[in-house]
């Protein structure tokens, strides 16, 4: 079944950096697009980055542009989310998920979470000012 794990979460000073990554099981991996959202308490859930399946297509939500970095490695089933200069309103529950169209329908990324259908248990992050 498929299975996407993240890892890399944790606490950091304001200014400081994490990568995330998410590891992706029982799916051919470079097939999908991929997304990292991330989920604030009392907040809805929102897109950061989303990436097309080939990573010649990128999105980034406009609080993260120039501070963020999404990746992937098709060769190690692995997505990542490198954060520098983290900011206290970066502070949620960072989770990736894998899109329902196949790379058959363009090398797109997607920015609802209506577009995924594979989520990952998630990881915190949390910046301290």
């Known amino acids: 079944q498929v299975q996407l794990v993240e890892s890399g979460g944790g606490l950091v000073r304001s200014g400081g950096s994490l990568r995330l990554s998410c590891a992706a099981s029982?799916?051919?991996?470079?097939?999908?697009?991929m997304g990292w959202f991330r989920q604030a308490p009392g907040k809805e859930r929102e897109i950061v980055a989303a990436?097309?399946?080939?990573?010649?297509?990128?999105l980034y939500t406009e609080s993260v542009k120039g501070r963020f970095t999404v990746a992937r490695d098709n060769a190690k089933n692995t997505v990542y989310l490198q954060m520098n200069n983290l900011k206290p309103e970066d502070t949620a529950v960072y989770s990736c998920?894998?899109?329902?169209?196949?790379?058959?329908?363009?090398?797109?990324?997607?920015?609802?979470?209506?577009?995924?259908?594979?989520w990952g248990q998630g990881t915190q992050v949390t910046v301290s000012s």
């Open positions: 998920a894998r899109t329902k169209l196949t790379a058959i329908s363009g090398d797109t990324y997607y920015t609802r979470a209506d577009d995924y259908t594979d």
């Open positions: 990436i097309s399946w080939s990573g010649g297509n990128i």
């Open positions: 029982g799916f051919t991996f470079s097939w999908y697009g």
